[in-house]
């Protein structure tokens, strides 16, 4: 079994950073709403308390297994197939035939631009795979191969 080796650049931690304090600010949020509610309406207390230890613990759980997500999480292209790993204890290996990719698309939110990252997504008939933030330049150099690597696949198939 060969070595995924390409990881992601290290500027993506501080985009998972990010969004980790955007999932903590949606859940105190979601919880005042329950705050609220059981003031108002005599919801049962312990559903805002419930939701108050969820908008904590979440995000803390997800800040912390954010060098554990960066070690792990990797991807690889050959000459007939695009791999990507995720995670050690949990770990997802996925390989995609070179043939089988229909589109690549190159997604960029504002974090991402902010950063001057880009997900690449590979389509193929039935599923959507994602790299999650790779350089800007390294991932429309990516798009050019895979896509190049698939043309070059189908002609040889007919």
Do not use: C
């Not at 695009?82 to 589109?103: H, L, T, W, Y």
Request: glycine letters at 4%; aromatic letters at 8%.
């Amino acid at each position: 079994m060969s070595q995924i080796r390409n990881p992601l650049p290290n500027r993506i931690k501080l985009i998972w950073g990010i969004s980790a304090i955007g999932s903590l600010l949606v859940l105190l949020i979601v919880t005042g709403l329950f705050w609220l509610a059981q003031t108002y309406w005599n919801w049962a207390a312990w559903l805002t308390v419930t939701m108050l230890v969820i908008a904590i613990g979440e995000p803390i759980v997800e800040t912390a297994l954010i060098p554990y997500r960066y070690r792990f999480t990797r991807y690889m292209i050959s000459d007939t197939a695009v791999e990507m790993q995720a995670g050690f204890i949990f770990k997802k290996r996925v390989a995609i035939p070179i043939a089988r990719v229909q589109n690549v698309t190159l997604n960029a939110g504002p974090l991402l631009q902010w950063q001057k990252l880009s997900k690449v997504t590979v389509a193929t008939a039935s599923t959507t795979h994602t790299i999650e933030g790779l350089e800007l330049a390294i991932a429309e150099q990516l798009r050019d191969q895979i896509m190049q690597l698939a043309r070059e696949a189908r002609h040889d198939q007919n």
